[in-house]
């Protein structure tokens, strides 16, 4: 029951005035960027980061490291939830976890003419699949950190090595694209000082790269500025369906109706999605499809799927909202993120002067039930706008591309100027958009590159303290089951597609993808 | 789209084959510093290798198993519609900085930083009159209010110093 007291004290912090304050404006922000086509959670996230150093050092006032989490995560919340406005009213996707909403979201709002029905539908469905999820992590977090506090240097380097290996393993795309993009994350991690030995390494004799390369500067590029040129190709924002966005009780009324004959359903996708959403790497988007597909393969009307089914729609809601939340569940307690939009949260950690992982239960308790607590206020502020805000939300899809795009682009070279007040960061981020843009063009994942180059630098300090913890044997990681057994599941997870494509080509057909990636 | 598969792997072999280079001391019999420790270049080293690998995999891939006949870009039309986006992005990015060399003695500035808000002011006003096709005093006030609004945000209310252009510098200007 100590999880009752420590949450009570998460409410306190999250109720502060300040903190309030911020989750509000963060959740308006978070709306705004999931209804842009141009702009993603993620890079939302991570354009928004540089802020967050002058709310965590007090520029607010009352405002602190709590704050500044609550801020991104409320961003975060909000993507999670405009992203599908687009989707059901204009049939333009604002975020990638939203494209599954295109099925039976658009048709149930065109075709059916119930673009309310559509809207409530979702939003009743994120708020329980969330909900649902944000319980788990309250109940699931402290133990996990406390067995967590047990780990040693192998066990750490074993837990990232069974990160890395879910991204190949459980990825869309094929497992040696996403193999090179880790390897990359790795190697640019380790540009400047080695922090062991304090040699320099890849800098080429460039000062200007001995601190290394920095995780926001290359997040920018790769998701936000890689995004708009993705979005520049496919012609922007031209022509936008018009559909009354307009969301009554009624609408609400009918759609908690419709949950409440679906309430197995929603409340089996939210399990599912937290848990898949805790698994390194996925997050989201991943669990917006395998909702889909679950919420078809159980129901009694396949047959209505794609044309304007509810099922269509809150079963991978409740998933994507789940696993959103989710994939702050590593990142808070063993200081690996779930999902892209978490890796970025996590660097703001760790420039706020804080170590995630199961430590932070211990010195900064204050902070991580206030920001679980945060959780609960975010997603019922979010449902409430949503509910409130959507036509004013709608409208945003009407700022003329000629004035959003080059908007986002000064945005993200305010943000990744602003954090070391660097031009070297600007031409980082302007480089990473281009290869972020060809590299998606090019089907190779980005998820993995962002994972490897947040966790690149532990990664290393954890093998290499463990190698000499073991006077430089390998089978020093093998001395502890639990480390053992994590190694073990790696490798299992690594020869999934192989195995895969070996049984595809003994039946002569191309090896299926297993889930989408963000 | 093979060729592009296979250019874009043999770019990420050309990099893994440089940091490799870099990193050859991790064969030094002198690598690390403690007893079993691995050294500095080892892990970029096998990182490099591992990614050299893969894409050599991917390339191999790409040769061998049916790939699409589409090009990279659905037509000229797809192509330019990044470029305008890209170019120009880029332009702003070094007239934030301006354009110069350095040597020993003298830095030689070709183009004098331009700073954020007066590079901010001309890329917003080139997109609102190329591509809004705006009216002349709509692309006026575009070109004078975001700079404005940005300066009141991030310089007074975050107190985030942006750099400054050469007119700052000279005291013509604010910014």
Same mark, same amino acid.
């Given at each position: 029951m100590e999880v009752f007291g420590q949450l009570a004290g998460g409410f306190a912090v999250a109720l502060h005035p300040i903190n309030v304050a911020m989750l509000f404006v963060a959740v308006v922000l978070g709306l705004v960027i999931g209804v842009l086509?141009?702009?993603g959670g993620t890079s939302g996230v991570a354009i928004l980061l540089p802020i967050t150093v002058f709310i965590a050092h007090g520029s607010l006032p009352g405002s602190d490291a709590t704050t500044a989490i609550i801020f991104l995560a409320g961003i975060y919340w909000g993507a999670l939830f405009g992203g599908v406005i687009t989707s059901i009213l204009f049939n333009i996707p604002g975020e990638p976890w939203a494209v599954v909403l295109l099925f039976d979201g658009f048709p149930l709002a065109k075709r059916l003419g119930k673009p309310g029905l559509a809207l409530a539908s979702s939003f009743v469905s994120s708020f329980l699949g969330a909900l649902v999820s944000t319980i788990l992590f309250t109940f699931f977090a402290l133990p996990i950190a406390l067995k967590a506090l047990e780990f040693g240097p192998a066990e750490l380097f074993a837990v990232f090595v069974l990160s890395f290996a879910t991204l190949i393993g459980l990825g869309a795309e094929a497992p040696m694209k996403s193999l090179a993009m880790l390897a990359l994350g790795l190697l640019l991690a380790a540009v400047g000082f080695d922090t062991i030995t304090g040699e320099q390494r890849l800098n080429f004799g460039q000062i200007s790269l001995l601190s290394g390369i920095s995780f926001v500067p290359v997040t920018i590029g790769l998701f936000g500025i890689g995004e708009i040129l993705a979005s520049a190709e496919e012609q922007g924002i031209g022509f936008v369906e018009n559909i009354s966005a307009k969301l009554g009780l009624r609408d609400v009324f009918e759609a908690v109706r419709e949950l409440r004959k679906r309430l197995r359903l929603v409340l089996s996708n939210a399990i599912i999605g937290f848990f898949f959403g805790v698994l390194p790497g996925h997050g989201a988007t991943a669990a917006s499809f395998l909702g889909y597909g679950l919420a078809r393969q159980y129901s009694k009307n396949k047959e209505n799927f794609g044309k304007g089914e509810i099922s269509g729609i809150m079963g991978p809601q409740a998933a994507a909202d789940s696993a959103g939340v989710a994939s702050l569940v590593p990142m808070i307690t063993l200081g690996i993120p779930g999902s892209p939009t978490s890796a970025v949260i996590m660097a703001g950690l760790f420039i706020w002067g804080l170590q995630p992982g199961p430590v932070l239960f211990i010195q900064h308790p204050d902070f991580v039930w206030g920001l679980i607590a945060s959780i609960y206020l975010g997603h019922l502020l979010t449902f409430i706008l949503c509910l409130l805000a959507v036509p004013l939300l709608a409208m945003i899809m009407r700022v003329p591309y000629a004035i959003i795009t080059p908007f986002i682009v000064v945005i993200s070279i305010i943000g990744s100027y602003s954090l070391n007040n660097s031009m070297l960061d600007v031409f980082i981020t302007v480089i990473f958009g281009l290869i972020g843009y060809w590299l998606r063009k090019m089907k190779y994942p980005l998820a993995p590159l962002v994972v490897a180059l947040v966790l690149g630098d532990s990664t290393e300090r954890e093998l290499r303290k463990a190698l000499i913890a073991g006077h430089g044997s390998p089978l020093y990681f093998f001395n502890s089951g639990l480390s053992t057994v994590l190694i073990l599941l790696a490798v299992v997870l690594v020869a999934i597609p192989l195995i895969r494509t070996i049984r595809a080509r003994r039946r002569g057909a191309a090896p299926p993808a297993a889930v989408a990636h963000p | 789209m093979r060729p592009y598969q296979v250019a874009t792997a043999a770019a990420i072999v050309m990099i893994a084959a440089v940091a490799m280079f870099d990193s050859r001391a991790a064969f030094s019999p002198s690598a690390g510093t403690q007893v079993g420790d691995v050294g500095a270049r080892w892990y970029p080293f096998w990182a490099a290798a591992i990614m050299g690998v893969a894409s050599v995999v991917v390339a191999y891939r790409a040769l061998t198993t049916p790939q699409g006949?589409? *090009?990279? #870009?659905? *037509?000229a039309r797809s192509l330019f519609a990044v470029l305008k986006l890209a170019v120009p992005m880029l332009v702003y990015a070094l007239l934030i900085a301006g354009v110069g060399f350095r040597t020993t003695d003298f830095t030689y500035s070709i183009v004098p930083p331009f700073g954020f808000y007066l590079a901010t002011a001309l890329y917003m006003g080139l997109f609102a009159w190329?591509? *809004?096709?705006?009216k002349i005093w709509w692309v006026a006030a575009i070109t004078i209010a975001f700079p404005i609004v940005i300066f009141a945000v991030f310089?007074? *209310? #975050?107190r985030v110093s942006l750099p400054k252009s050469f007119l700052y510098t000279s005291g013509l200007l604010p910014f």
């Open positions: 086509p141009g702009l | 006949t589409e *090009g990279a #870009f659905e *037509g190329w591509l *809004g096709r705006y310089e007074i *209310g #975050f």
